[in-house]
């Protein structure tokens, strides 16, 4: 239990740390109330990050919900709101392939270094699908060098590679999901 947390602790960090000022999410005219709104939006997403990596099914629909109300707000910028969303869905249901897809590409073109990362495994081990795809999976290699993180250098391939892999691994399963049908 403490390898899934201390990964969604990590992941929460990365994600709150490139946010300049509550101006870049909300064109409110009251500080005060920007403040408060994107103090609420940061509560909500790391909130909704914690109980999704945590493996605890039965706070998975809360998450969920706390992803709808977010994606309500039209306020991702980044990409986090699709790659928890795609989470979300290899917790619930891991054989719809298809919309986890669609999610980590469209957190992928926000330049979400992870989503890349999981993209890539998607089709070069093959994970979440039955056979491998090298082509595809050397689109999001090269993707991922074009990215600012990976330019500045963290987190490098290898460490968001690591920890795509380590997500997926709870005490009472050692191994990521299983394979399910091509998308």
């Not at 290699?141 to 990215?147: D, E, F, G, S, V």
């Not at 250098?153 to 460490?159: D, I, K, L």
Request: proline letters at 6%.
């Amino acid at each position: 239990m403490k390898t899934p947390l201390v990964i969604g602790f990590a992941l929460a960090l990365t994600g709150c740390s490139n946010i300049n000022t509550c101006h870049f999410y909300w064109s409110w005219n009251d500080e005060a109330q920007c403040h408060k709104q994107h103090l609420l939006y940061q509560n909500d997403l790391m909130q909704a990050k914690i109980l999704i990596t945590s493996g605890d099914k039965q706070g998975l629909e809360l998450a969920s919900a706390l992803l709808d109300r977010l994606q309500s707000q039209e306020q991702d910028q980044r990409g986090e709101i699709f790659f928890y969303r795609a989470l979300l869905g290899i917790r619930q249901n891991p054989t719809n392939t298809p919309d986890i897809i669609q999610n980590l590409e469209q957190a992928a073109a926000l330049q979400h270094p992870h989503a890349v990362a999981l993209l890539y495994r998607i089709y070069d081990e093959p994970y979440l699908i039955k056979t491998r795809d090298a082509a595809k999976a050397d689109q999001y290699r090269k993707a991922y060098t074009q990215l600012d993180v990976a330019r500045s250098g963290y987190p490098s391939f290898e460490q968001a590679l690591a920890v795509t892999k380590r997500l997926f691994v709870t005490p009472n399963s050692p191994t990521p999901a299983p394979a399910s049908k091509t998308p």
